[in-house]
T-cell receptor
């Protein structure tokens, strides 16, 4: 069965500190992995996807199939990064996304 | 384009009442989904549709019905509301099957906050 695990409910860091939001998954097929972000009072929006290997707002995420992980990283956190972050696993072909329970990132000045 | 729209934004129901949460998209997307968001549980898929006339159950379908008579609309019906259905509901749409391409991104609506007393 598909499963996404985000072990941290809350991650609190100071501005300028590095950030790593953990995500582990279980899936028997070839995974499609995403990070979504939800800023306060805003709708959920895509942050980045593993297949494009892009960097958005300074965030990167590398798919590690050996460790079944897709951790989200940023070298220097900013206050505006404070939000709820969800890791999601795509069921390719059927448009189903399985979400993790989310990690709230708080960046303090 | 308005993207994905949801109505109402807020709703309070009494146990046993019925209601329909509306979702519409103007991007001609084939795929639409309903999720509920609960503290500590993330987003869970309720129902989804891969095109007009085609729907299927997600992870937590009990207590909810859907239909997809048009490409644009995907309403979610609560036939007899229960306090356990108190949640924030999100509708999402995307153009094709998930492949990681930019055009396949799921777009989410603003959500409906439902309270069942």
């Amino acid at each position: 069965a598909q499963r996404v695990t985000q072990p941290e409910k809350l991650l609190s860091v100071f501005k300028g500190a590095p950030v790593e939001l953990k995500c582990n998954y279980s899936y028997s097929g070839s995974p499609e992995l995403f990070w979504y972000v939800q800023y306060s009072r805003q709708r959920l929006q895509l942050l980045l996807r593993h297949i494009s290997r892009e960097s958005i707002k300074g965030f990167t995420a590398d798919l590690n199939k050996g460790e079944t992980s897709f951790h989200l990283k940023k070298p220097f956190a900013q206050e505006e990064d404070s939000a709820m972050y969800y890791c999601a696993l795509g069921d390719t072909g059927f448009q189903k996304l399985v979400f993790g329970t989310g990690t709230r990132l708080l960046v303090s000045p | 384009n308005a993207g994905v729209t949801q109505t109402p934004k807020f709703q309070v129901l009494k146990t046993g009442q019925s209601m329909t949460l509306q979702c519409a998209q103007d991007m001609n997307h084939e795929y639409m989904s309903w999720y509920r968001q609960d503290p500590g549980m993330g987003l869970r898929l309720i129902h989804y549709s891969v095109g007009a006339g085609i729907t299927d159950q997600g992870e937590v379908p009990n207590g909810y019905n859907v239909s997809r008579s048009t490409t644009e609309d995907f309403p979610l019906r609560l036939l007899s509301a229960a306090p356990s259905q108190t949640s924030v509901y999100f509708c999402a749409s995307s153009s094709t099957a998930l492949s990681g391409r930019a055009e396949d991104t799921q777009y989410f609506g603003p959500g409906t906050r439902l309270t069942v007393l």
